[in-house]
């Protein structure tokens, strides 16, 4: 393997309303076709319900309701992202995002990102915000993520 593909990163650019999420290639499990998650009584409105898929029960959260804006509504082009978990909880081994649109599949290198002043977002859910390729995009903190929804009363 050359030094130049040691130093890339699979990676995905997920279409939000407004902004697009990075996250590595590594952490989605599929994509698919928006379908209406079932609603769960008395969660946060980040936590739009859960989703059977292959067997379990997987909670769908949005991005932009965890960050405090408004929900859009899932459109024809909409997707749901199925994330593998990185915690290894047995109660949470999935966890599955909406996409406005079709997500990207890029190569990240040192060369092509770069850190930026991240505006003000509430809980620590984003670690980092970059510009790549002259877009900016948020690096969620996926262990934030999953504590919040295991914190979340009423879904396990």
């Known amino acids: 393997m050359s030094s130049r593909r040691a130093t890339e990163v699979r990676s995905v ?3 939000l309303a ?5 996250l590595p290639n590594v952490v ?3 994509v698919m076709n928006y379908s209406e998650p079932k609603p769960k009584q008395e969660t ?3 936590l739009l319900g859960e989703l059977a898929w292959r067997g379990t029960l997987v909670p769908v959260v949005s991005i932009e309701g965890l960050l405090g804006r408004t929900i859009g509504e899932p ?3 909409s997707r749901l992202i199925i994330l593998n978990t990185i915690n290894g909880t047995a109660s949470l081994p999935h966890i599955a995002l909406i996409a406005h649109s079709i997500p990207t599949l890029i190569q990240v290198t040192a060369e092509s990102i770069e850190s930026v002043d991240p505006p003000e977002t509430p809980g620590g859910l984003i670690k980092q915000t970059v510009k790549i390729d002259d877009k900016t995009a948020y690096i969620p903190d996926l262990d934030e993520l999953e504590r919040l929804i295991l ?3 009423g879904l396990n």
Do not use: H
Request: hydrophobic share 45%; no cysteine.
């Open 13 to 15: 650019l997920l279409p």
């Open 75 to 77: 459109g024809f082009r």
């Open 28 to 30: 989605v499990a599929e």
């Open 18 to 22: 407004q902004d697009q999420l990075l």
């Open 151 to 153: 914190d979340t009363p």
């Open 44 to 46: 946060p409105v980040w």
